[in-house]
């Protein structure tokens, strides 16, 4: 298995796994994504070698040109440093083609190659159960879009052709060398370890501070998160400079880490600049003396000088190159660990395919239930559950805060499986129906709306992709939605802004409201829909679900009791439990029923209509 060691980027952390077999086999799986654009990138590698051999024919023609020239001085001229010269233009002038061809086809396919490679990564993100969500951060998910891919992409279009390139250099380099003068190559290759040794440990030194840094990063976007999300309490509270205050310590110990860590890669710097040139005046010193004494050229000198400049770059180009691979390797085992995750359905680009399930009747059925969220084994949250809907009924669900009502509901949609038991849809086990069929005859209304960031008509139509102007314009009339729409300048274009923060409560209630009326969905499920309405409002809503909930089976969550009253079922959920069922009258007869003591929590009178708009509990 591979080896871990940790970075952090914006805030999340990011394996910075170690280099070994099975992390590079991981790593080259995602190559896979090259095969549609493969002889492409054989063409772009085929260029990146031939380009790679013509840098390395540079110094031995430079070399040939001093050699033309030490001859012109004996009185045979110079004109075969002239065609030598010539040459050496045209095989420039051909590696600047290879080059641009290869640099472009390496960004195109790495480019493509990625798209396909995010669009896979989405497409399985978007597919995963609750469970999955349940027990991951928001900033960790969307890391592995940014960060991760990111790294990768880096890596595809740069870093790989790079350490291919640098590694002809390097080669042949070597080879050349030594064909040059096996005198020279002994001195240069016996300098060698020193200067590697020194860059292991600075390199490690380096990457501890580096990730110490990254630490200290993570700590202020923390704080930036945390700010943003509760700003509302922020300014409540006055205490901008309280955050502000906050965040300045933390990139105060960002920054100090920081400079450390700039103090050793400087250090690391002009050691390596030190090194390298160093080791070049080394080999032309005792080139000298070998040129001294007649055991080689002018030309040998200077070919073996730049070959010396070319290896020490390479050389130099591999710690840096060996760290960005480092990272990748850490960011593609993170990808291929969600691209393994199994999904509930198959996501898929397009307009939704088109539904082979006829209209459900809305019948269903909860037989001996039982239900532990996958993240908290220990707690049953609920516990033989039997309960049944007929088509077209309408069932509403009250009990204290934390009773199980919206996990019922959550079963219901199928964002989790029952523990034990099951549950029934028109007779048939749920778990027979296509999930994205059964959810599209559903609908539902939440307490707390969350809009997407368009326009008000796109945010309707999400109910129905597709849907006509005329269809969102009517969904929004039944809603009571269509008049304060029209107030807007832009009417149904107006844009809602992040979540809907431009509208009220009120209106995004509406809106949601709208979403499901044009959905036309067979079941249907309200989370006390006209929780955030003034009552005038309220009153026309309320008018509106009564006849969208007419021939639907529908549940409703239900925390004002007043709005319940004339369900066809009160269903009572305590513990985990169904502890009462029946009409609000026979609930309400029931002198130590759990219904009753609710409602006289709720309207100590035990009027149901004295005080509408008491606080509501959350579930």
């Not at 493509?112 to 969500?133: G, K, N």
């Not at 040059?180 to 290759?189: E, K, P, V």
């Not at 710690?319 to 960005?324: G, K, N, R």
Request: charged share 20%; hydrophobic share 45%.
């Amino acid at each position: 298995m591979a080896r871990y060691t940790h970075r952090y980027q914006g805030g999340v952390e990011l394996p910075n796994a170690r280099l070994d077999r099975e992390s590079l086999r991981q790593a080259l799986e995602l190559f896979r994504y090259l095969r549609p654009y493969r002889a492409r990138f054989a063409a772009a590698l085929a260029s990146m070698f031939m380009g790679s051999l013509l840098s390395l024919a540079f110094p031995y023609l430079a070399g040939s040109i001093i050699d033309a020239a030490m001859r012109g001085r004996s009185g045979s001229g110079m004109a075969g440093a002239d065609r030598t010269a010539l040459l050496l233009m045209g095989v420039l002038l051909l590696q600047a083609g290879l080059s641009y061809f290869h640099s472009l086809s390496f960004a195109t396919v790495g480019q493509r190659s990625l798209v396909d490679l995010r669009r896979a990564t989405y497409a399985r993100l978007i597919s995963l159960p609750m469970s999955f969500f349940a027990q991951r951060r928001v900033g960790e998910l969307a890391s592995r879009l940014s960060a991760d891919l990111t790294q990768i992409e880096d890596t595809l279009i740069a870093v790989v052709p790079q350490f291919l390139r640098q590694s002809i250099l390097l080669v042949g380099g070597i080879v050349l060398i030594a064909i040059t003068s096996l005198q020279l190559t002994g001195i240069m290759l016996a300098s060698l370890p020193l200067v590697i040794v020194v860059a292991v440990i600075f390199g490690r030194k380096t990457r501890k501070v580096y990730r110490e840094a990254q630490d200290r990063l993570a700590d202020t976007a923390t704080i930036v998160e945390e700010t943003l999300q509760g700003i509302v309490n922020v300014k409540a509270f006055s205490n901008e400079g309280y955050e502000l205050n906050r965040y300045h310590e933390g990139l105060g110990r960002f920054l100090n880490t920081t400079l450390r860590g700039a103090r050793l890669r400087a250090a690391f710097n002009g050691f390596i600049t030190f090194s390298l040139f160093g080791f070049i005046v080394l080999v032309l010193w005792s080139g000298a003396r070998l040129l001294q004494r007649g055991e080689i050229t002018f030309g040998d000198l200077t070919r073996f000088g730049l070959y010396t400049t070319f290896i020490a770059g390479a050389m130099g180009q591999f710690a840096e190159l060996y760290t960005q691979v480092q990272k990748s390797i850490g960011a593609t085992q993170r990808v291929r660990e969600l691209l393994r995750e199994t999904g509930e359905v198959e996501a898929h680009l397009g307009p939704p395919r088109p539904s082979t399930l006829s209209r459900l009747r809305g019948e269903v059925a909860f037989e001996k239930v039982h239900f532990t969220y996958p993240s908290r084994p220990g707690v049953e949250v609920l516990q033989d559950i039997q309960l049944k809907a007929t088509p077209g009924q309408k069932i509403a669900l009250v009990g204290p805060s934390g009773a199980g009502k919206s996990t019922l509901i959550s079963l219901l949609l199928r964002l989790y499986e029952p523990s034990t038991g099951r549950l029934l849809i028109d007779g048939r086990d749920a778990r027979d129906y296509r999930i994205e069929e059964l959810r599209g005859q559903m609908s539902i209304v939440p307490q707390e709306v969350m809009l997407f960031g368009g326009s008000i008509a796109e945010n309707i139509a999400y109910g129905k992709p597709g849907a006509s102007a005329g269809e969102i314009e009517q969904a929004a009339r039944q809603a009571n939605a269509h008049e304060f729409i029209q107030a807007f300048p832009e009417g149904y274009a107006t844009l809602v802004g992040d979540r809907g923060v431009k509208l009220s409560g009120g209106q995004r209630q509406r809106v949601a409201i709208a979403r499901a009326i044009l959905k036309d969905p067979a079941i249907l499920i309200l989370d006390e829909a006209t929780s955030s309405l003034d009552s005038e409002s309220e009153r026309l809503i309320q008018e509106a679900l009564e006849t969208l909930m007419r021939g639907r089976t529908s549940f409703i969550i239900a925390h004002r009791l007043s709005t319940v009253r004339h369900v066809d079922r009160i269903v009572v959920i305590a513990g985990g439990r169904m502890v009462e069922s029946g009409t609000h009258e026979e609930l309400q007869s029931r002198a130590d029923g759990v219904y009753r003591r609710l409602a006289a929590l709720q309207f100590r009178d035990g009027n149901f209509n004295d005080n509408p708009d008491v606080e509501k509990s959350t579930d």
